[in-house]
């Protein structure tokens, strides 16, 4: 995680874009010559804004966003840990405008070209910049924002391979045997050690598959991502509760083992 500067956010006051309080944003961008370029232009065309965290992966990125709940967040779409995609739903959540960097203009432009959020594109250009400095800034004076969950969920649909395959079936080591097991079955995976935990209803085996490779074969709408090495079914999910340490913990319907929730992660579960 590479986090530049950390602030925390006055008191509460309206967000204006001129000569009132500073603005808060969040920035992510896991290529370092292409993240301390876009600070540099960002500080000549918004002096006012305040990049409160600059983040070079996904996780990063969701943790200042938790934390500082910015009202801006500046974020590369393919981003290594958790794309830009799944921290923008965390950034709208928090009540921020999500201005995507991307290469990928045939995407990016088709998804949100009607201007509920903007994109930049690589390399990003100091007027096309200051053309999105103009929007945001009306934007954050606008008292209703326009809600930006459905354009998201758009471009990740934009973006998704076309015909490609999710994971179907896990091949996993269980004692001196090797379990077959449907990707139906599986209540979980949970990272530990060097392997990886696939929980399922009759017991449990491991597996060797990094947690980032498992969640880019899983379906984002089964399974969900609540901490750095834990994967979810949302449809095994009984409840999520708070410890007396403030540590918050995820409860199965099957199963009694509680699953540490992270607080970068919190989002998904407002409003169930």
Do not use: N
């Not at 990125?61 to 923008?88: C, K, N, T, Y």
């Not at 984002?220 to 991502?225: L, N």
């Amino acid at each position: 995680m590479a986090i530049l500067e950390r602030r925390t956010r006055p008191a509460a006051t309206k967000a204006t874009g001129d000569d009132g309080p500073r603005i808060l944003a969040v920035l992510a961008e896991d290529e370092a010559p292409q993240r301390v370029a876009l600070l540099d232009m960002l500080a000549q065309a918004w002096p006012e804004l305040e990049v409160v965290a600059a983040c070079e992966d996904g996780i990063a990125a969701l943790s200042a966003i938790a934390e500082h709940r910015p009202h801006v967040a500046f974020l590369d779409i393919r981003m290594p840990g958790v794309s830009g995609l799944d921290v923008a739903r965390a950034a709208v959540a928090a009540g921020a405008l999500v201005v995507f960097t991307t290469a990928y203009d045939a995407y990016a432009i088709r998804a949100f070209e009607a201007g509920a959020a903007d994109y930049l594109l690589k390399p990003v250009r100091p007027e096309r910049l200051d053309e999105a400095v103009v929007r945001l800034r009306a934007r954050l004076r606008e008292v209703r924002p326009v809600d930006l969950g459905a354009r998201v969920q758009d471009l990740e649909a934009r973006l998704r391979p076309q015909g490609a395959r999710s994971i179907r079936w896990i091949s996993a080591s269980a004692g001196d045997s090797v379990r077959m097991i449907g990707i139906d079955e599986v209540l979980c995976f949970q990272a530990q050690d060097k392997y990886v935990r696939v929980i399922t209803a009759d017991g449990e085996a491991v597996i060797r598959t990094p947690i980032k490779a498992l969640l880019a074969g899983l379906d984002p709408d089964a399974f969900w991502q609540v901490h750095r090495g834990v994967i979810v079914r949302v449809s095994a999910i009984d409840r999520v509760r708070k410890d007396e340490l403030g540590r918050y913990q995820l409860h199965l319907r099957q199963g009694d083992q509680p699953l540490p929730v992270s607080a970068a992660f919190l989002h998904r579960f407002r409003g169930m």
